[in-house]
């Protein structure tokens, strides 16, 4: 069971970057699924969230009307598409999922996540 994010790198402000979340070992058809950054010196951040049946995807103020998640579930992949990037989205981001959690505002509490993945970073630098 595991959990690959990638796509992480150094970006410019107001640049777009594209992260990527591969589960192999499990699907992730019952999954709920988040995408967490933590910052240096800053605890951990659930940022953008989807219910284990999709529904309306949850972000947090931070990140709203900037990042998009979204899933292929036949890629078993998850997105997280981050544009307008800002320094202060300069993170490790790690993805996480947790079975069976409908309401994606309580998944990004991070509390209970069955699986993480190691983190990718993100560096927004001019």
């Known amino acids: 069971v595991q959990l690959q994010a990638s796509g992480g790198g150094l970006v410019q402000p107001g640049g777009s970057l594209r992260l990527s979340c591969a589960a192999s070992?499990?699907?992730?058809?019952?999954?709920?699924i988040g995408w967490f950054r933590q910052a240096p010196g800053k605890e951990r951040e659930g940022i953008s969230c989807?219910?284990?049946?999709?529904?309306?995807?949850y972000y947090a103020d931070s990140v709203k009307g900037r990042f998009t998640i979204s899933r292929d579930n036949a890629k078993n992949t998850v997105y997280l598409q981050m544009n307008s990037l800002k320094p202060e989205d300069t993170a490790v981001y790690y993805c996480?999922?947790?079975?069976?959690?409908?309401?994606?505002?309580?998944?990004?509490?991070?509390?209970?996540?069955?699986?993480w993945g190691k983190g990718t970073l993100v560096t927004v630098s001019s």
């Open positions: 989807l219910g284990y049946s999709d529904g309306s995807p």
């Open positions: 996480a999922t947790i079975e069976y959690i409908s309401d994606p505002a309580i998944t990004c509490l991070g509390y209970g996540m069955e699986n």
């Open positions: 070992g499990f699907t992730l058809d019952y999954n709920a």
